[in-house]
């Protein structure tokens, strides 16, 4: 079955007022891991948590006030040297709140934040100097330092239920974006011009090492970034005011997000981003962001090449998802690919959550995605409900395209949407085999768009009370 520039318009029935929470799932999450799902429990078992030796290093030892006011960064950074030193340890924050620049853990190190701290960062962008290898929208460069920092470690966490405040807002980092909805009227300078010559520079091949753009740049850097780490553990906390994405591990193995609370409204606030990551389990979080909240992705065009290292045997369960541009997002960084990604039991609502379940990439981009299995998912008010779209950003100006197939849906209830579908592959290179099933959504004021489809399979889906038959 094919579907080719087609739109499937609803009959306008007048939106209802619904509340923020969806209703319950209409039967409950399954615990069969059998068929694809059995790659499940193989997935789990091959992550392994970080492995901290039993040794406390309390910041207030090495001269952190904690009052507020002082700069404990020297603190931070002599608990950090001892820390090393003696092998590996926890570096504990007790209640207060604790000011610090950029913050850079070493193998085998806990940064646990106790409940009642709050450790803020200092929001002056001099600090997070000299620039670090990074990565900044799927390229790598030497920039900023990410504000909470690890490179090449193994045993790395970050834990506890204090705060971690990364000191953005309209004054400082957000107004580098330019015209953005927080900071609309704010006058800074802007991250064009240093984000189109890393782009370029990219393109061009030139080496990591000499892609300089930390000073005078204006490329914000995430809050916190684990860069080529194995055994990385983020539970519990809350992270709040991010100059960029929220929690961004790159090139990693084994990584646990658990319980954490994510929530920041500035320009690019994405809450969770493993990029060419393997082995990643998030679960039991609470997003609410300006932007993503879970976006998965893999690099950018030729960079994104240059490694090959694909996203891959990812679960998500268990989250909630409030406010943000989408709720499972891959891309649009995704030229490295994306495949066996597994979302169950996640409720997604707000009148500014803009899609619930999205791939975005372009001719520019490509990328393999495939193997992406939802099940279980509960959504109370969307603007869109399932988006895959080729014609993001540049859309078909490149030659790379891309190849999308093996998508699954099952058991997806949605109260209400601006639009069903929003699914646009191209011609040449059509979306291959996208399955829905069991599901419903009980309002929705278009059913919108899919083109450029094989394989679609329907089975049991229910729009505005009707059986949906696209054929």
Same mark, same amino acid.
């Given at each position: 079955?094919?579907?080719?520039?087609?739109?499937?318009?609803?009959?306008?029935?007048?939106?209802?007022?619904?509340?923020?929470? !969806?209703?319950?799932?209409?039967?409950? @999450?399954?615990?069969? $891991?059998?068929?694809?799902?059995?790659?499940?429990?193989?997935?789990?078992?091959? &992550?392994?948590?970080?492995?901290?030796?039993?040794?406390?290093?309390?910041?207030? #030892?090495?001269?952190?006030?904690?009052?507020?006011?002082?700069?404990?960064?020297?603190?931070?950074?002599?608990?950090?040297?001892?820390? %090393?030193?003696?092998? +590996? =340890?926890?570096?504990?924050?007790?209640? *207060?709140? /604790?000011?610090?620049?950029?913050?850079?853990?070493?193998?085998?190190?806990?940064?646990?934040?106790?409940?009642?701290?709050?450790?803020?960062?200092?929001?002056?962008?001099?600090? $997070?100097?000299?620039?670090?290898?990074?990565?900044?929208?799927?390229?790598?460069?030497?920039? /900023?330092? @990410?504000? &909470? $920092?690890?490179?090449?470690?193994?045993? &790395?966490?970050?834990?506890?239920?204090?705060?971690?405040?990364?000191? #953005?807002?309209?004054?400082?980092?957000?107004?580098?974006?330019?015209?953005?909805?927080?900071?609309?009227?704010?006058?800074?300078?802007?991250?064009?011009?240093?984000?189109?010559?890393?782009?370029?520079?990219?393109?061009?091949?030139?080496?990591?090492?000499?892609?300089? $753009?930390?000073?005078?740049?204006?490329?914000?850097? !995430?809050?916190?970034?684990? /860069?080529?780490?194995?055994?990385?553990?983020?539970?519990?906390?809350?992270?709040?005011?991010?100059?960029?994405?929220?929690?961004? @591990?790159?090139?990693?193995?084994?990584?646990?997000?658990?319980?954490?609370?994510?929530?920041?409204?500035?320009?690019?606030?994405?809450?969770?981003? !493993?990029?060419?990551?393997?082995?990643?389990?998030?679960?039991?979080?609470?997003?609410?962001? *300006?932007?993503?909240?879970?976006?998965?992705?893999?690099?950018?065009?030729?960079?994104?090449?240059?490694?090959?290292?694909?996203?891959?045997?990812?679960?998500?369960?268990?989250?909630?998802?409030?406010?943000?541009?989408? =709720?499972?997002?891959? %891309?649009?960084?995704?030229?490295?690919?994306?495949?066996?990604?597994?979302?169950?039991?996640?409720?997604?609502?707000?009148?500014?959550?803009?899609?619930?379940?999205?791939?975005?990439?372009?001719?520019?981009?490509?990328?393999?995605?495939?193997?992406?299995?939802?099940?279980?998912?509960?959504? *109370?008010?969307?603007?869109?409900?399932?988006?895959?779209?080729?014609?993001?950003?540049?859309?078909?100006? =490149?030659?790379?395209?891309?190849?999308?197939?093996?998508?699954?849906?099952?058991?997806?209830?949605?109260?209400? #949407?601006?639009?069903?579908?929003?699914?646009? +592959?191209?011609?040449?290179?059509?979306?291959?085999?996208?399955?829905?099933?069991?599901?419903?959504?009980?309002?929705?004021?278009?059913?919108?768009? &899919?083109?450029?489809?094989?394989?679609?399979?329907?089975?049991?889906?229910?729009?505005?009370?009707?059986?949906?038959?696209?054929?």
């Amino acid at each position: 079955m094919r579907f080719s520039r087609r739109s499937f318009l609803a009959s306008g029935l007048a939106a209802a007022a619904i509340p923020v929470l !969806p209703r319950a799932m209409s039967r409950p @999450p399954e615990a069969d $891991y059998s068929g694809p799902w059995g790659r499940v429990p193989e997935i789990l078992d091959s &992550i392994r948590l970080p492995r901290i030796p039993a040794r406390d290093f309390d910041i207030r #030892a090495f001269g952190a006030k904690g009052d507020g006011a002082a700069d404990d960064s020297a603190a931070f950074a002599a608990a950090l040297t001892a820390c %090393g030193k003696a092998g +590996g =340890g926890r570096i504990r924050v007790p209640a *207060g709140e /604790y000011r610090s620049g950029p913050i850079h853990l070493v193998s085998n190190t806990e940064l646990h934040l106790e409940e009642g701290a709050t450790l803020r960062f200092i929001p002056e962008p001099e600090r $997070y100097l000299p620039a670090v290898k990074t990565r900044w929208e799927g390229v790598e460069l030497m920039g /900023y330092s @990410p504000l &909470i $920092y690890a490179h090449d470690c193994e045993n &790395i966490a970050l834990t506890g239920k204090g705060r971690i405040d990364g000191g #953005a807002d309209c004054d400082t980092w957000w107004p580098w974006k330019g015209k953005n909805s927080k900071c609309e009227f704010v006058e800074s300078p802007t991250q064009k011009s240093g984000r189109t010559a890393l782009f370029t520079d990219a393109e061009n091949g030139v080496p990591v090492a000499e892609r300089l $753009y930390a000073d005078g740049a204006y490329l914000r850097p !995430p809050l916190v970034q684990f /860069y080529q780490c194995s055994n990385v553990l983020v539970e519990n906390v809350t992270l709040e005011n991010s100059p960029f994405w929220l929690v961004h @591990p790159v090139l990693c193995d084994s990584v646990t997000v658990r319980g954490i609370t994510a929530h920041s409204h500035g320009p690019n606030s994405d809450g969770c981003d !493993p990029e060419s990551c393997r082995n990643v389990l998030i679960e039991d979080c609470l997003f609410d962001n *300006g932007d993503d909240c879970i976006a998965i992705k893999s690099g950018r065009n030729a960079d994104g090449r240059r490694l090959a290292a694909p996203s891959e045997n990812i679960v998500i369960r268990n989250c909630q998802m409030r406010d943000g541009h989408g =709720g499972l997002v891959m %891309g649009s960084e995704i030229s490295g690919g994306v495949r066996n990604v597994f979302l169950e039991n996640c409720i997604m609502s707000s009148p500014n959550l803009k899609r619930g379940l999205r791939i975005k990439t372009n001719a520019m981009r490509g990328g393999e995605i495939h193997d992406i299995h939802v099940r279980n998912v509960s959504i *109370g008010q969307v603007r869109d409900v399932i988006v895959i779209n080729f014609f993001y950003e540049e859309g078909d100006q =490149g030659k790379f395209d891309p190849e999308v197939y093996n998508i699954f849906v099952d058991n997806l209830r949605c109260d209400q #949407a601006e639009r069903a579908f929003h699914i646009r +592959g191209f011609a040449r290179a059509p979306i291959r085999g996208l399955h829905l099933s069991d599901s419903a959504i009980e309002q929705a004021d278009s059913l919108g768009v &899919i083109e450029e489809v094989t394989g679609l399979t329907v089975s049991r889906v229910d729009i505005n009370g009707e059986v949906f038959r696209p054929g």
